[in-house]
């Protein structure tokens, strides 16, 4: 399929042909995992038809984000937006970008009666008409956002690299791309590829674990982490014959806008401590699937992980002792547990 076809069918698939999320051949589009009670609490304020018309894979929404500028990329029927609406609080704010007017239409159109429930003076939550290949004609400007979070969304775009260039342009220097999407264990077929069903389920178009880390370093995130991965099953048979020995995955990625990261860990001896100041993680905070700190216990990380919690939007959260003045060699990843082949992470 060629650039307008890909649009014209995942407009055509979320637009009319899925009523709700109960019109899913897949589980690649349905979150899993039962979400955080915070998050939950915070749904139960949002309108039905929002939840009704989310197609998801993963919870792409960190804590501790009150005040911040959060950017949700193929937004949808809104709900993650919605959701961050609450997180961010008064003082933040939150876009969505989506190319489906009917997705929009029904994002739009409860922003006011939500501004209301959450008891904000004026809307936090913003929805723009546009392309996540092409932000800025959507609206959003360069160096303007600190999170930009998407679910199950740059799988389904024609050219991925464009948007991860597009994301790392309208980062702010210290932001993050925190977000859930479909990955492979291997590169597909052209005949799934090229599958309608496939394609507007999210899998069709899902990256090469491999691949993905290779486009994340072109465009300028040398260290992507690996937060969680959750497999999926196909249910279809006819569409386990498209895919053949083909696993996939739900995995949510953590990639800053750190142009010091360094393409391996190394070592200089610093150690981070967790304040515990997120209400969320009270005892502990997981930066990724193997680096879990405990709250005020002193732990050894390599300098990518030392900038990623002292230098982004994390740093209040986070004591760093020591700095890049004496290099000791390569950081040693061995004591911990390694990501699975299939998340493709980085050794740190």
């Known amino acids: 399929m060629n650039t307008e076809e890909v649009y014209s069918s995942v407009k055509e698939y979320y637009g009319e042909v899925l009523k709700s999320s109960s019109d899913l051949k897949t589980s690649a589009c349905c979150t899993l995992k039962a979400p955080h009670p915070t998050i939950e609490k915070i749904l139960d304020k949002v309108p039905d038809e929002i939840k009704d018309k989310y197609y998801g894979c993963g919870t792409p929404l960190p804590f501790g984000i009150e005040g911040l500028s959060v950017l949700d990329l193929g937004s949808g029927s809104g709900r993650d937006c919605y959701v961050a609406a609450g997180l961010v609080g008064p003082k933040g704010s939150v876009y969505g970008v989506d190319m489906t007017p009917a997705q929009l239409s029904v994002a739009e159109a409860h922003v006011e009666e939500y501004t209301k429930t959450l ?75 090229k599958d309608p069903v496939l394609f507007g389920e999210c899998i069709g178009g899902a990256l090469y674990t491999e691949d993905f880390k290779r486009i994340c370093r072109q465009v300028g995130f040398e260290d992507p982490r690996v937060l969680s991965v959750t497999p999926f099953e196909i249910f279809d048979r006819k569409l386990k014959d498209l895919v053949g020995e083909a696993k996939f995955y739900s995995i949510t990625y953590r990639c800053f806008k750190l142009p010091q990261l360094e393409s391996i860990c190394e070592d200089y001896g610093q150690v981070a401590i967790y304040l515990g100041t997120i209400p969320e993680h009270k005892f502990s ?15 050894l990380v390599c300098g990518n992980t030392a900038s990623m919690l002292g230098e982004t939007w994390l740093k209040a959260h986070f004591r760093i002792i020591g700095d890049r003045s004496v290099h000791y060699g390569a950081f040693d990843c061995g004591s911990g547990p390694a990501p699975t082949a299939a998340a493709g992470g980085s050794c740190c």
Not at 285 to 299: G, R, S
């Open 119 to 193: 008891g904000y003076d004026k809307p936090n939550l913003h929805f723009r008409n546009g392309y996540i290949e092409f932000l800025e004609k959507a609206g959003i400007q360069p160096n303007s956002m600190d999170i930009v979070i998407s679910n199950c969304v740059i799988n389904l775009s024609p050219n991925k690299r464009l948007v991860m260039e597009e994301v790392y342009k309208c980062l702010r220097e210290g932001g993050e791309l925190y977000f859930s999407d479909v990955y492979c264990s291997r590169r597909l077929p052209e005949s799934a590829r």
């Open 285 to 299: 905070y997981a930066l990724d699937d193997h680096h879990v700190l405990e709250t005020n216990k002193p732990m």
